[in-house]
């Protein structure tokens, strides 16, 4: 054997040495040391935890409060704006003469509904009562209000008539 043929025999066996001791103890230290790494990150996370519990906790807190606030509690949102709507007329006199079922349309992963009502009686009540709808509720937005003046022919009266259509996203 030649200088040159001893050479080229000996990186090919240092290169399959290499192959070997990687395949048989390097890779498994390295796998070994990413296994550690991953349940150190899981041991941080389980330390955590109570931390996050107590996060949680008050966040429940926070949102059950806002859905008391807004008066969005365990009914359906028909149901709230209906309640609410009552509770003003019943205070000021107005009347809800016509509640129409929400009509429902689905935009890709969101679903918009949108609810129609009629109103009676004075302006400035149908006005207070859209404008508490609409900023103290969050039931949605008011996208339509139509007043009309109608006439009562049996007592002769006139009176104020509103249909009202909100747009909620839920």
């Excluded at 016509?98 to 109103?119: A, M, R």
Aim: proline share 1%; with cysteine; hydrophobic share 35%.
């Amino acid at each position: 054997m030649t200088q040159k043929t001893k050479n080229i025999a000996l990186v090919c066996g240092f290169i399959l040495l290499v192959i070997i001791a990687y395949k048989f103890a390097f890779s498994n230290t390295l796998e070994t040391k990413q296994e550690y790494k991953a349940l150190k990150n899981e041991a941080v996370a389980f330390d955590n935890l109570p931390m996050q519990l107590s996060s949680l906790k008050q966040k429940e807190k926070y949102y059950d409060s806002l859905l008391t606030k807004y008066q969005l509690k365990d009914n359906s949102v028909q149901n709230s704006i209906l309640k609410t709507i009552n509770t003003y007329a019943d205070s000021t006199g107005l009347k809800v003469s016509n509640f129409i079922e929400p009509h429902q349309i689905k935009q890709g992963d969101l679903s918009v509904n949108t609810y129609q009502f009629t109103l009676e009686g004075h302006y400035n009540a149908i006005i207070t009562l859209i404008h508490r709808l609409e900023q103290n509720t969050k039931f949605g937005e008011i996208i339509n209000l139509d007043f009309q003046k109608k006439k009562n022919y049996k007592s002769g009266k006139h009176y104020l008539q509103a249909h009202v259509l909100l747009k909620s996203f839920g």
